[in-house]
């Protein structure tokens, strides 16, 4: 015989679009509220009709005895009445056959709240021993743990609990505090940077006297300049020298930058920013020094636009005015290097006059730091710049300040 099967055309399902009510990472979304919706294509999902979700009433006692239809004794091969242990320990207290109790659990297991109903309905009291003994013996009342005496240490929970504004603190509280835009930007490139990033590091120091001695020559001259500008314009000719180590990272390789933009940190009160100074080896001292300035006032303000402070070839991090002798610093991606910068100290060192004699000099030591990418700038690369970064500090008037 042969039988033939005809296939049954069916209609494909409609396409359903999804409609989100309570936006990724919401707080305080009460259990049970309405969260999305999944309309039929094409429908206009402000026009559903979403029906109110209740909670029925709490059942009394006496409605569920009289609506519950009453289960007869157990037929042979029936499963055995389940029931919870502490209804279990009701019911033998007391002496009720378990058969009699309506059971109102998932899966008609007898509950406690069940037992004490029916020992209710029976006028008596409720009696818990602390064995399972016949209904005609006493309970047993367990007696009282004394409360532990001052000053022993006892368990706490895992979890603190919160502190109530206007309410004294109490041992294990804390305050929950909102981040800003801000901080979750440099919370997300930190990590960005340190995971993604093969910090490389190498210190220096340099002789400040070149430096010291030319600034105060320049105040003489009403041209009031920091010792940070030096930096920043010395970084920038040694960027111009080395065009090797002003890249960035691409993704995939390095990338050639044309211009020298430093980047210099400054700390607010909404985070660390790190504002531009772009063409800085075309610039002089001064110029650098009036344009870092209002960068920095306008960074604390925040005022400053997104061209002022997005991009950048090298950042400059310097701590000395905190009394930080020396640190080292994140670098600031795709930017490849970061230079760290700490607080000047005073040495003495043996040097040799005109004639040959030797004699104890004092000097202006600097301590700088340079983190680089490992995947762009090479050890032998960063040590060659560092040794270039200091010959132009130490000689600023060789370098083309201004």
């Not at 037929?75 to 009445?81: A, E, V």
């Not at 502190?163 to 801000?182: M, Q």
């Not at 301590?367 to 995947?375: A, C, E, I, P, Q």
Request: proline share 9%; net charge neutral.
């Amino acid at each position: 015989m042969v039988m033939q099967f005809q296939r049954q055309n069916r209609d494909p399902p409609p396409s359903r679009t999804f409609h989100l009510l309570v936006q990724e990472g919401s707080k305080k979304v009460r259990l049970g509220s309405l969260i999305a919706l999944l309309v039929d294509e094409g429908q206009d999902w402000t026009q559903v009709e979403i029906p109110s979700v209740q909670s029925p009433p709490p059942a009394s006692p006496t409605a569920a005895t009289t609506t519950t239809p009453q289960k007869g004794p157990a037929q042979p091969g029936t499963f055995r009445l389940r029931m919870s242990p502490a209804a279990r320990h009701i019911l033998d207290t007391h002496g009720i056959d378990s058969k009699s109790v309506v059971p109102s659990g998932p899966r008609g297991i007898i509950t406690k709240e069940d037992a004490l109903r029916v020992v209710s309905e029976k006028g008596e009291t409720v009696k818990i021993a602390v064995q399972p003994s016949p209904a005609t013996q006493p309970a047993k009342v367990a007696p009282q743990q004394p409360a532990p005496p001052a000053g022993v240490p006892q368990h706490r929970p895992s979890d603190p609990p919160m502190s109530v504004p206007g309410k004294p603190l109490a041992p294990g509280t804390f305050t929950e505090i909102p981040t800003s835009n801000i901080r979750k930007v440099i919370a997300k490139r930190l990590t960005e940077s340190k995971s993604t990033i093969p910090h490389a590091y190498a210190s220096a120091d340099c002789d400040l006297g070149a430096v010291l001695k030319l600034r105060k020559d320049l105040a003489k001259d009403n041209i009031k300049v920091s010792v940070n500008d030096f930096i920043i314009k010395a970084t920038a000719v040694t960027l111009r020298q080395m065009p090797e180590v002003n890249v960035t990272w691409n993704g995939e390789g390095p990338r050639q930058l044309d211009s020298i933009d430093i980047s210099i940190a400054v700390a607010t009160d909404r985070g660390l920013i790190t504002p531009i100074i772009k063409q800085a080896s075309s610039k002089g001292i001064q110029e650098i020094s009036d344009t870092a300035k209002i960068l920095a006032q306008k960074a604390r303000n925040g005022k400053l636009l997104p061209e002022e402070y997005q991009g950048g070839s090298f950042s400059i991090s310097n701590l000395g005015m905190f009394g930080i002798t020396g640190f080292i610093a994140v670098i600031n991606p795709p930017q490849s290097c970061i230079l760290a910068v700490g607080r000047s100290r005073t040495e003495l060192a043996l040097a040799e006059d005109e004639e040959g004699n030797a004699e104890l000099s004092q000097k202006e030591l600097l301590n700088v730091t340079l983190s680089s990418d490992g995947r762009l700038i090479d050890d032998e690369l960063a040590s060659i710049f560092l040794e270039r970064f200091r010959t132009n500090l130490e000689n600023p008037i060789n370098c083309a300040l201004f």
